[in-house]
């Protein structure tokens, strides 16, 4: 007998009375006028650009950071985990705040912290206050971000029109990525990566201008309480997940306090799972993962992240270290991949509503991979730009053609009420994948950085005890002008100045081999995405409205 599939949404509709539309007198968020919602979607793109644009406008920024602040390889990875992090752990927990006490309101004080924690940044004199400010950015940006998608419905009570504000909506959100490392090489060209940072406060300070003056406030008089120990289970799982992966780095999985981190991650995932099951208004309906599109739109967000911080973080730097890139010479690099992603984004705009989304999705994770792969073997100490550009393209294609498609499955896939939860878990997915792809790809490149270095050095005859220094040097940047300085062997001037090339190449080359297993770790993560989706989305699709 036929077992009719009854979405979670229905059972939540039948026990609670129907909403007033919007717009009813005694219900907030009345419509914009027709007139006034063109301006109001604009300043709300304006907060969604920001806040996406801070997943990568850094990337090409890390060079300038390290030769500035003297910062290691991990705490550059700290410089972008720590705002992606604080994003992905709390954006969930800001949708409920903004349903509750104001989307407008909350936005608004998002906006200020982002600000706040730019002014930080930029008037950082080290890198630890650099990565306390990136973690007060992502708070912002996680209390900003919920809103510009769940207002919308409020903006747009009509269905039609409301899908093309979502598909502008999507489109922005690929454009940011796209444009972060074209924006921050022009800015790092142009004065240093502070430079970064001053444009994230105008740019912030505009945006809060914009949507005081132009956006309608509007809550849901039937929302619940925030889902505090949901948050707190879920936050501190993420945390203690990803400072175990970069602690590893150096100290080794064995160490016990990497142990005693990956065991409390377990202990709060299990929690956070326990307690979303059992609560009454959790911050994440788990019911929905039963759902095929939003399971895998989820999941292959998370895979594209993963991946997309292999080219945006390690690239950018190896260029800049190794290859001797300005700022302004990355951004050219970067300019082919931005422009065609921001092309394919549109396009796949227009073609999901077509074609089915297990055909569109693995196709972007095929051209996706293929992209990786080229660049791997177009990165080398001295590559052709227009060889790499043009890999880079190739990668651009793919991840356009990716994000926009996998992003509109995943609100299709839950009633629209449900739609601000959707998008706020797809894009903690893409969050937690950009944490993740930069703790696991850099503990892999910092691993073939320093084998490949040891190896290197005992080739060289240089002493053990003068491993420790040079290694350290070298991912921080003070590789000393004269030998003597640092500590180097003794010996003829020649022959030592010839030594400190030899361990500089060798540098190099261990950073090649690093980049080159991060770029072919990702793609093979990307085809199993791939495949992940024509399995899972197989046959006759489940929809939530059956």
Not at 204 to 210: E, M, S, Y
Not at 237 to 255: D, H, K, P, R, Y
Not at 281 to 296: K, S
Not at 372 to 400: E, F, K, N
Request: aromatic share 8%.
């Amino acid at each position: 007998m036929a077992t009719r599939f009854l979405h979670p949404g229905h059972a939540a509709r039948a026990r609670s009375p129907r909403p007033a539309p919007p717009g009813t007198p005694g219900r907030p968020g009345w419509p914009a006028p027709p007139a006034g919602r063109a301006a109001a979607l604009a300043a709300l793109m304006v907060v969604l650009f920001l806040t996406f644009l801070d997943n990568t406008v850094v990337s090409v920024a890390l060079g300038s950071v390290q030769g500035n602040l003297h910062a290691g390889v991990a705490a550059l990875q700290w410089v972008v985990s720590a705002y992606a992090l604080t994003f992905a752990s709390a954006m969930l927990a800001f949708g409920m705040v903004g349903d509750e006490f104001g989307r407008k309101r909350v936005m608004l004080i998002g906006v200020s912290i982002f600000g706040a924690g730019s002014a930080l940044c930029a008037l950082a004199p080290d890198v630890q206050l650099l990565i306390a400010g990136r973690a007060v950015m992502g708070l912002g940006a996680a209390a900003s971000e919920p809103g510009t998608l769940s207002m919308l419905r409020h903006l747009y009570p009509g269905e039609r029109i409301r899908a093309r504000a979502v598909g502008v909506w999507t489109a922005v959100c690929g454009l940011a990525l796209a444009m972060g490392p074209v924006v921050g090489g022009v800015l790092v060209g142009v004065w240093d990566w502070r430079a970064i940072f001053w444009f994230n406060l105008i740019f912030g300070l505009t945006a809060l201008a914009a949507c005081a003056s132009l956006l309608p406030e509007n809550a849901d008089p039937d929302a619940h309480r925030v889902d505090i120990p949901g948050f707190a289970f879920g936050a501190a799982a993420l945390s203690a997940l990803i400072i175990a992966v970069i602690t590893a780095e150096t100290a080794g999985f064995a160490a016990t306090e990497v142990v005693a981190l990956l065991c409390v991650s377990a202990v709060e995932g299990s929690a956070f799972l326990w307690w979303e099951h059992r609560a009454s208004h959790p911050l994440l309906d788990l019911r929905y993962l039963r759902v095929p599109r939003f399971l895998a739109a989820n999941l292959v967000a998370f895979c594209a992240y993963f991946a997309t911080f292999a080219v945006f973080f390690f690239t950018a730097l190896y260029l800049y270290e190794v290859a001797g890139y300005s700022g302004y010479r990355i951004a050219v690099v970067f300019l082919p991949m931005t422009a065609l992603m921001i092309v394919t984004s549109l396009l796949a705009g227009r073609w999901t509503g077509t074609a089915a989304p297990r055909w569109t999705i693995s196709a972007g994770c095929l051209i996706f991979g293929a992209g990786l792969l080229v660049t791997a073997q177009a990165i080398s100490p001295s590559p052709d730009q227009l060889r790499l550009a043009a890999a880079l393209a190739l990668t651009g294609i793919g991840v356009g053609s990716t994000v926009v498609p996998l992003t509109a499955t995943a609100l299709s896939a839950v009633p629209p009420e449900r739609s601000g939860m959707a998008a706020s878990a797809t894009n903690t997915s893409r969050e937690i994948g950009a944490v993740i792809g930069v703790a696991v790809l850099g503990m892999l490149v910092n691993a073939q950085l320093n084998s490949h270095l040891i190896a290197s050095l005992k080739h060289l005859g240089v002493p053990a005890n003068f491993w420790t220094i040079i290694i350290n040097a070298i991912e921080t940047g003070t590789i000393p002008s004269s030998p003597h300085a640092g500590g180097a062997p003794g010996g003829s001037g020649p022959s030592e100045q010839q030594l400190e090339q030899e361990v500089i190449r060798a540098a190099y080359s261990a950073f090649y081999a690093g980049l080159h297993a991060a770029l072919v770790l990702s793609a093979v993560l990307v085809f199993a995405a791939g495949l992940l989706t024509l399995v899972m989305l197989r046959g006759r699709m489940t929809e939530w409205a059956r």
